[in-house]
T-cell receptor, first 116, second 110 residues
Framework: DAGVIQSPRHEVTEMGQEVTLRCKPI?????LFWYRQTMMRGLELLIY????????DSGMPEDRFSAKMPNASFSTLKIQPSEPRDSAVYFC??????????????FGDGTRLSIL | QKEVEQNSGPLSVPEGAIASLNCTYS??????FFWYRQYSGKSPELIMS????GDKEDGRFTAQLNKASQYVSLLIRDSQPSDSATYLC??????????FGTGTRLTIIP
């Protein structure tokens, strides 16, 4: 079975440019999570969706970050304009949830983002 | 605020010995608990889940949960160099989210 698929694997861009990260969750999973990981702050939850609806975006650092989930098989995380402090590894994860979740999350391989 | 705490390490264990990783959490109503392994430059990989008090064994791994004391631990028997990684404890506090600890870096010394 295919796992969570993220693209691109690596992204290097200049400050001020728009960055779009993509995620395809595991088929049948109804919750999707975007995380950011840095050495200083560890793994941080940015936003999560349940049944394509954003449930909690309290982890989104500022208005430059936005996320969408137009259907059950695709989500994007966009940064506009990008800044050097956005450099990190961004993970997407998905899980199957019904009410109070007991199901683990499964992670994609991540996107390593470098903003110059 | 709901928190998950782990000793950041590094924890060094001789090959063949038992590695013991500990995690404490802040909320008694927590429902489910997970251990993830993360190799350097890779994504977190689920290795154990536990939902009720007691021990759960899977191969060389044993997860232990004590809800009264609010801790969960992971034991790795017959440690191998390939077990060298960062181990993340994650707790579900009653919604779809997982709260992760900062991870314990484990090194197995040949």
């Amino acid at each position: 079975d295919a796992g969570v698929i993220q693209s691109p694997r690596h992204e290097v861009t200049e400050m001020g440019q728009e960055v779009t990260l993509r995620c395809k969750p595991i088929s049948g999973h109804n919750s999707l999570f975007w995380y950011r990981q840095t050495m200083m702050r560890g793994l941080e939850l940015l936003i999560y969706f349940n049944n394509n609806v954003p449930i909690d975006d309290s982890g989104m650092p500022e208005d430059r970050f936005s996320a969408k989930m137009p259907n059950a098989s695709f989500s994007t995380l966009k940064i506009q304009p990008s800044e050097p402090r956005d450099s990190a590894v961004y993970f997407c994860a998905s899980s199957s949830t019904t009410g109070v979740s007991n199901q683990p999350q499964h992670f994609g391989d991540g996107t390593r983002l470098s903003i110059l | 605020q709901k928190e998950v705490e782990q000793n950041s390490g590094p924890l060094s264990v001789p090959e063949g010995a038992i590695a013991s990783l500990n995690c404490t959490y802040s909320d008694r109503v927590s429902q489910s608990f997970f251990w993830y392994r993360q190799y350097s430059g890779k994504s977190p990989e689920l290795i154990m889940s536990i939902y009720s008090n007691g021990d759960k064994e899977d191969g060389r791994f044993t997860a232990q949960l004590n809800k009264a004391s609010q801790y969960v631990s992971l034991l790795i028997r017959d440690s191998q160099p390939s077990d060298s990684a960062t181990y993340l404890c994650a707790v579900n506090f009653g919604n779809e989210k997982l709260t992760f600890g900062t991870g314990t870096r484990l090194t197995i010394i040949p």
